[in-house]
């Protein structure tokens, strides 16, 4: 039995083999090469496309974070799932979610377009961020007019590491909006392998943050736990 | 007959008795395709720009700029600006129906004065069997979908007695073969997705109380001053305490495992939702509309992932 998760910009696969988690990851258009050979019986899906791609049963992405959390966290209370496309909070103790799909300033795609217009890897973006010695203040909440802003900061003299670091401090602060009152949180998705980004959200959350060894494959997980 | 345009509930037991047609200039929302300019609401902002344009064709216009929408206040203004003669109504926040009998006669005058006094027996009594189509419902005799549509329609009761009388004769009584084990109360004001009501059945979350509708449906009265009694315990006009108590009954009674909180983009209603969170001890799902159309993606992904929460809690 396999998990899989296809989302809107990658695919990931995940299968416990002896108690040991094993997992692939690749792009959503190449979901077909992580299935080969595998029959839809032996397949839980979720993510965006859980419904396109062959499955056993589908779970939603909300519930498998819960499931895949819960695997490294037990007792987790609050996930943040931080994707391409849309950012999730959900609330374990209260049984509730919210997700913002509306805005990118939230999102991965923020950081993607960030990255794009410093023509930089967004892997990069973490280690430029440890570089900043000054936080400039971006208060758009808008994520495609906080280019002009970030423009702003670079002729008034903040260098490319700060700017960088004052668009992970917009970015998280616009995160934590969302998060309820919890003691500790657990980070999952691609975008919280971004150093740069965690560090702005617990500097402003002041709260315990936990990212499993593999954020990425969380959901994919999930499903497979949600299965059993 | 004078076909008289609504923008929320107004009493069509008096419209119909001074004479008037009343149509709920609403109804075309949901199916239209419309990107209205200057828009918060698209519910106002669509009828507004399509009264204007007068691609919907009324004599006159019922704004209800107390109590209700407060979006309407303006656009109703637009719309008077426009030429189409208007009436503005006021419910009374306190509930005081000597000021709701006041507002009545203001509204018989501009009416015309009552001239079929027969009419508000008449649609009293077909609003008890739409009483009735809301009980099937409840117990999953018809489709919610099916049986919203009529209640939706109670508003302007489809601005002739006759055919909304045929429309209560549903012929499809065993439309309940899929309905799901998860009872929903669907509160605020009504999706502006043609399809929600089906597409929540299909993900096994059948409604079983819409609020605003079954609002349509329990207020009448054989006269203007029973009108006048009943109609001003109109919830969505009153303080939220007394809106929330009557939810809280009416949840009960109906034994719902979950709540769906409609709020509509730039409504603002959508600011109650934190209080009504904090009142209704049940899961609770919000979501945001905007544009009318088809329920999208992601309204569906949380509807489907409220159903997954209900079904562990």
């Not at chain 2, 597409?199 to 009108?227: K, M």
């Amino acid at each position: 039995m396999i998990g899989l998760d296809v989302g809107s910009t990658t695919a990931k696969r995940v299968k416990i083999e002896d108690g040991e988690i094993k997992f692939e990851i690749t792009g959503t258009h190449n979901w077909k090469d992580l299935v080969e050979g595998i029959g839809k019986e032996d397949i839980i899906s979720t993510g965006y496309f859980r419904h396109s791609v062959p499955h056993k049963a589908s779970v939603t992405e909300i519930t498998a974070a819960r499931f895949g959390a819960e695997y490294y966290f037990p007792g987790v209370e609050v996930i943040v799932d931080i994707g391409g496309q849309d950012t999730k909070v959900i609330d374990v103790k209260k049984n509730n979610f919210i997700i913002n799909d509306k805005c990118s300033a939230g999102t991965g795609a923020f950081l993607e377009f960030v990255a794009n217009y410093f023509k930089i890897e967004l892997t990069e973006m973490g280690r430029l961020h440890s570089k900043a010695k000054r936080i400039p203040q971006i208060n758009n909440t808008c994520g495609v007019f906080a280019v002009s802003e970030m423009i702003s900061q670079l002729v008034a003299g903040y260098s490319k590491e700060e700017v960088i670091a004052g668009i992970h401090y917009a970015f998280a602060r616009r995160i934590s909006f969302m998060i309820p009152e919890a003691e500790t949180i657990v980070l999952i998705g691609g975008t919280v392998k971004n150093e740069g980004m965690i560090s702005a959200l617990r500097d402003i959350l002041n709260k315990e943050i936990l990212i499993p060894e593999e954020p990425q494959i969380v959901n994919a997980l999930g499903a497979l736990e949600y299965s059993e | 007959m004078p076909k008289i345009g609504i923008t929320a509930l107004v009493p069509p037991e008096l419209i119909f008795a001074c004479g008037g047609q009343p149509y709920d200039v609403n109804n075309v929302i949901p199916e239209s395709k419309k990107y209205p300019k200057n828009k918060l609401c698209a519910w106002t902002a669509i009828w507004q720009e399509m009264l204007v344009k007068r691609e919907i064709k009324i004599d006159s216009l019922i704004v209800v700029a107390g109590g209700d929408c407060h979006n309407a206040l303006v656009d109703g203004q637009k719309a008077a600006m426009s030429g189409i003669p208007t009436h503005f109504f006021f419910y009374p926040f306190d509930g005081d129906h000597k000021y709701m009998e006041s507002q009545l006669h203001s509204l018989c005058s501009f009416l015309g004065d009552i001239k079929h006094p027969e009419k508000f027996r008449q649609i009293k009594e077909l609003k008890k069997a739409g009483q009735l189509i809301d009980k099937k419902r409840v117990n999953g005799k018809i489709s919610a979908g099916e049986a919203f549509r009529i209640l939706v329609s109670i508003s302007d009761l489809m601005g002739d007695l006759d055919k909304f009388k045929r429309a209560l004769d549903i012929k499809t009584p065993h439309l309940n073969a899929g309905i799901g084990v998860n009872r929903i109360a669907l509160i605020g004001v009504p999706p502006i997705y043609h399809d929600f009501h089906d597409v929540a059945q299909s993900l096994d979350l059948q409604i079983v109380f819409d609020e605003l509708p079954y609002e349509f449906v329990r207020h009448t009265g054989a006269d203007l001053n029973e009108v006048a009694k009943d109609y001003c315990n109109y919830t969505f006009a009153r303080p939220l305490d007394f809106r929330i108590g009557f939810l809280q009954k009416e949840l009960e009674k109906r034994k719902v495992d979950g709540v769906i909180h409609y709020t509509q983009f730039a409504c603002h209603h959508t600011l109650e939702d934190e209080i009504l969170r904090q009142e209704l001890d049940y899961p609770i799902l919000t979501i945001q509309g905007d544009l009318p159309g088809k329920t999208p993606e992601q309204i569906k992904l949380r509807l489907e992932a409220f159903r997954e929460m209900i079904a562990r809690s």
